[in-house]
């Protein structure tokens, strides 16, 4: 088993972006931070984020989920290939460098950092960060597809909660673009809406086309399985520091972040786990849980009877990859 990677923000990175918050108001932040989500909810892309207050309104009020739905990809991405050890990482439409925290925390043979950004006001946020923890990364701003097509190839490409910003034609070529600059393994994550997912199975087919395999989150490379309205998503709960809560008007320590991925490698994963689909309901007879396997999707039956099998399967939680005896 590897090491889980925690899906809170590092401590460092909280107590830099707490710090950033001094000397500005609140209640100005927290209206800031509601309009971006307006126009997020509304189809508007990161072009509405125009300023200092603006980039960190976004820093504290989504950093902390779009950081944890990247961390659960990772711990499922390193738990398939235990022996992906990346040195160089591109990380595309980084914003505020939520993908390269991630990545550095989960990752730690990488050694050099590249961003790319077309926003300013995220892109300086995101070099305070980085200078205040002494991580030397670079961060040209421009067009993402632009600056990939001038970039060196990295081990590990990731866009995170990116290619939903774009039309379809321009997100089919930088679907092309990253993979190209893929040394090893590209990881892509989306909200885990039907339209998220709907875009990274769109990429996944694309890319499969031209040669990748996926390493996470499905145990095959053909077609998904599942039907609409059913979609693959997965949750991954997060805490919010004082800030965050401050800056949503929310009162819950927690929150539950929606969000659908693929990681997709240049060579095939050995040996493919099911993955669990949903939250199985564990039952003093059984435990029943929605799989997608190898062979396709089912629902496993896991009866009490079988003892050591049950008290595994009684362990199992959405997102995990399980292997059936
Ligand atoms: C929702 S933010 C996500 C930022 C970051 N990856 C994260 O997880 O917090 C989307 C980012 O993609 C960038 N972006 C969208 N389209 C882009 C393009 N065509 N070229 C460069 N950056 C782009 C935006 O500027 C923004 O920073």
């Not at 039309?167 to 998220?196: C, I, N, Y």
């Not at 007879?285 to 050591?308: F, H, I, N, S």
């Amino acid at each position: 088993m590897t090491r889980a990677v925690s899906p809170d923000l590092p401590a460092r990175l909280r107590a830099a972006l707490d710090a950033r918050l001094q000397g500005v108001s609140r209640n100005a932040a927290a209206e800031r931070a509601a309009a971006i989500s307006r126009t997020y909810r509304d189809g508007g892309g990161s072009a509405v984020i125009a300023g200092e207050t603006d980039a960190l309104a976004y820093a504290l009020a989504r950093m902390p989920a779009t950081y944890a739905a990247n961390v659960a990809s990772l711990n499922a991405l390193i738990e398939a290939r235990p022996d992906f050890m990346p040195a160089t990482l591109l990380d595309v439409g980084a914003g505020p460098g939520t993908a390269t925290w991630a990545a550095a925390e989960a990752l730690p043979s990488l050694q050099s950092f590249t961003l790319l950004d077309a926003n300013e006001a995220l892109r300086r946020l995101a070099l305070d960060l980085f200078d205040e923890s002494g991580r030397q990364v670079y961060y040209p701003r421009g067009d993402a597809r632009a600056l990939l097509a001038k970039a060196q190839a990295a081990d590990f490409v990731v866009a995170n909660y990116v290619i939903g910003e774009m039309g379809e034609a321009e997100r089919a070529a930088l679907a092309s673009l990253m993979w190209e600059k893929t040394r090893d393994t590209l990881l892509v994550v989306e909200p885990g809406t039907p339209a998220g997912y709907a875009r990274i199975i769109a990429l996944r087919s694309l890319l499969i086309a031209a040669g990748a395999h996926v390493a996470a989150p499905c145990p095959h490379d053909g077609p998904c399985p599942l039907a609409a309205p059913d979609w693959c998503h997965f949750v991954q709960r997060l805490q919010r520091s004082r800030a965050h809560k401050q800056i949503k008007g929310a009162d819950a320590p927690f929150e539950d972040e929606k969000f659908a991925y693929v990681a997709l490698s240049r060579a095939s994963v050995s040996r493919h786990a099911s993955r669990v689909l949903a939250q199985p309901e564990a039952g003093k007879v059984e435990v029943a849980a929605k799989l997608c396997t190898p062979d396709g999707l089912e629902t496993t039956r896991v009866p009490r009877r079988d003892k050591a099998a049950y008290a595994e399967a009684r362990r199992w939680r959405w997102g995990d990859a399980v292997s059936l005896n």
